[in-house]
């Protein structure tokens, strides 16, 4: 049966496949959870001989009942667990049968218009108290405490503001690790701090691309080496943007 002839019964089940894929995939979520997550979601609306092919940048996804298979585009990536745990419960329900497609579909369309499961401010007042624990962690005086923690807010703040004004990643997170390394030289002229190398290191902390280097580990172990790679080759991009930066500030300083 051609895809262009399907009804919106049978139209729903594949529109909640997709979309749950999407949500997921956008919010941080591994390759092989957003598949597996898909494959059950299928099974539990009737989709037989479902099949999906999900990379960083798209899904593909098919099952008998269509002649073709649909592509959807991701275009923008973060991280929020909290979407990705909600979609988990969704598609649980459903194997469960305490959903119908329409409902799911309805729960689904919500969390993606939803915004972040925390604010802007509470993000950055918590990359900031992270920045300044992760300054005495790697044995920085307490004198480093309170200008890494005025570094990293500041440096995350740039970061989130960036991303909004300029789609390149890569210049986001430049210009942030960059502004994070002026910051310190100026509090350390200004008398606060001892060690800048530590305010620097503890600052970055919190724009180190971490899930993105466990999720693409995950991904080839798991044998999906396309999406692995691509993981693997966007997070060394991103240390890459980092560490240019500092190295940028420690020229001109």
């Given at each position: 049966?051609?895809?262009?002839?399907?009804g919106?019964?049978?139209?729903?089940?594949?529109?909640?496949?997709?979309?749950?894929?999407k949500?997921m995939?956008?919010?941080?979520?591994?390759?092989?959870?957003?598949?597996?997550?898909?494959?059950?979601?299928?099974?539990?609306?009737?989709l037989?001989?479902?099949?999906?092919?999900?990379?960083?940048?798209?899904?593909?996804?098919?099952?008998?009942?269509?002649?073709?298979?649909?592509?959807?585009?991701?275009?923008?990536?973060?991280?929020?667990?909290?979407?990705?745990?909600?979609?988990?419960?969704?598609?649980?329900?459903?194997?469960?049968?305490?959903?119908?497609?329409?409902?799911?579909?309805?729960?689904?369309?919500?969390?993606?218009?939803?915004?972040?499961?925390?604010?802007?401010?509470?993000?950055?007042?918590?990359?900031?108290?992270?920045?300044?624990?992760?300054?005495?962690?790697?044995?920085?005086?307490?004198s480093?405490?309170?200008?890494?923690i005025?570094?990293?807010?500041?440096?995350?703040?740039?970061?989130?503001?960036?991303?909004?004004?300029?789609?390149?990643?890569?210049?986001?997170?430049?210009?942030?690790?960059?502004?994070?390394?002026?910051?310190?030289?100026?509090?350390?002229r200004?008398?606060?701090?001892?060690?800048?190398g530590?305010?620097?290191?503890?600052?970055?902390?919190?724009?180190?691309p971490?899930?993105?280097?466990?999720?693409?580990?995950?991904?080839?172990?798991?044998?999906?080496?396309?999406?692995?790679?691509?993981?693997?080759?966007?997070?060394?991009?991103?240390?890459?943007?980092?560490?240019a930066?500092?190295?940028?500030?420690?020229?001109?300083?």
């Amino acid at each position: 049966m051609e895809e262009s002839a399907l009804g919106p019964e049978e139209q729903e089940p594949i529109e909640v496949c997709l979309m749950a894929g999407k949500i997921m995939l956008q919010s941080g979520a591994e390759t092989y959870r957003v598949e597996d997550t898909m494959t059950r979601i299928a099974e539990a609306l009737g989709l037989s001989g479902s099949h999906s092919y999900v990379t960083p940048t798209g899904i593909m996804f098919q099952s008998d009942n269509m002649r073709w298979a649909k592509l959807v585009r991701i275009m923008e990536r973060t991280t929020d667990l909290q979407k990705v745990a909600e979609v988990n419960d969704i598609s649980r329900k459903l194997a469960n049968r305490d959903l119908t497609a329409a409902e799911a579909r309805n729960r689904l369309a919500a969390i993606e218009s939803s915004g972040h499961a925390y604010a802007v401010p509470l993000r950055i007042g918590a990359a900031a108290i992270a920045s300044g624990c992760f300054t005495l962690m790697f044995q920085g005086g307490f004198s480093d405490f309170l200008p890494g923690i005025v570094c990293g807010g500041l440096g995350f703040s740039a970061l989130i503001l960036l991303h909004r004004l300029v789609k390149v990643k890569f210049f986001a997170e430049f210009t942030a690790s960059f502004l994070i390394g002026i910051f310190a030289y100026l509090l350390l002229r200004a008398g606060l701090g001892a060690d800048p190398g530590k305010i620097i290191i503890g600052s970055v902390m919190p724009l180190v691309p971490g899930l993105l280097i466990t999720n693409a580990v995950r991904d080839l172990m798991a044998g999906h080496l396309v999406s692995g790679l691509s993981r693997g080759a966007e997070a060394f991009l991103t240390a890459f943007a980092i560490g240019a930066g500092i190295a940028v500030v420690f020229t001109i300083l």
